[in-house]
């Protein structure tokens, strides 16, 4: 099973041609139950490949169900619940979805002739779709789909890095690095003192400076408004590491990340790099469950930015066409 943070979440199948006869249940549409981190999950069957020593199969998460069917006109206003019940009630025809959410606030959703799928999780510019409006984590459990803040939590788990390993690639990107900001807010009016830097504009060969605007704060605002995007982590490198467990095994180090074993999608994990001396919080972000043995093959932390990609509204979205357009 792979599973992304509000992405694809798919089931892979091999099987033998076995001699009780088995291999020939294996039909288009029908649902296999498979372990998956959060416990036995439902997937319908969706391509099949015979090959010489058995069939190949994909499955999509029963909540893919929602591609059938249609939404002729959605135009729901008010709370994330109420915007749900009225997006479910625009369906073509009853399906056995319980939608729920934690969300809080008002909103408005608008969008015509759609599949509900694209009602809830577009990132189209012509559709006004749940998520756009509330923002949100996608939780699935059999025929429950959840909008929630965040589907994991943070359970103290901790990274350390400093050189590379077999079986963790990591990758750092500094290009949207900003260590100087200089800010200004209503009618024009600038920060005093014009900049104010980060404590790690030393880790850097140049000072990255960076403008921030917004109109509606005053001046004695923007002060705050600048820490807090240092807070939210803008002076830090962009962090993504995937951990091969097959491979880390084999080292000597991988009872330091043998911890990783043990989040859920959505967990936030600290990340800390012992050469640069930062630390940093980032997402479990995707990852790869042996169904059989039920433990992970791979897990993914990154900075995670909801993205609704086409793998999860394109019912014409294969896996190995979603895992090639995925982050690396």
Known sequence: VTEEL???????????????????????????????????????IYHIKPTMDGIQVNARH????LLDNFCLNVNASGSPQAVLNATKNAFAYAM????????????????SKVNPITALL???????????????EILRDGFSVAMKTSIGEDRGV????????????????????????????????????????????????YPKIYVYEDNSLTASQL???????????????KVNIKADFQLLAKTEEYKDYAILEE??????????????????KA???????DCLLERYKGVELGDFVPDLTSSVTSGEKSLSAAMGASTE
């Open 6 to 44: 509000n992405g694809l979440y798919e089931l892979e199948l091999e099987h033998p041609y076995d001699e009780w006869g088995k291999w020939k249940k294996i039909e288009k549409e029908r649902i296999l139950v498979a372990s998956t981190p959060r416990g036995i999950q439902p997937f319908r």
């Open 62 to 65: 029963i909540f893919y169900d």
């Open 96 to 111: 056995p979805f319980i939608f729920t959410t934690d969300l809080t606030g008002a909103g408005a959703v608008s969008a």
């Open 122 to 136: 577009s990132d189209d510019d012509d559709i006004n779709s749940f998520v756009k409006t509330f923002g949100g």
């Open 158 to 205: 901790a990274i350390r890095y400093g050189k590379n390993l077999v079986g963790l690639t990591i990758s750092e990107d500094i290009s949207d690095v900003a260590t100087r900001i200089y800010a200004y807010g209503k009618d024009g009016a600038a920060m005093s003192g014009g900049y104010r830097d980060s404590v790690y504009i030393g880790s850097y060969r």
């Open 223 to 237: 002060p705050g408004a600048v820490q807090e995007l240092f807070n939210g982590g803008i002076d830090l490198p």
């Open 263 to 280: 989040v859920q999608l959505g967990d936030v994990v600290t990340v800390s790099n012992v050469k640069m001396g930062f630390h940093k």
């Open 283 to 289: 997402k479990v972000i995707s990852y790869e469950w």
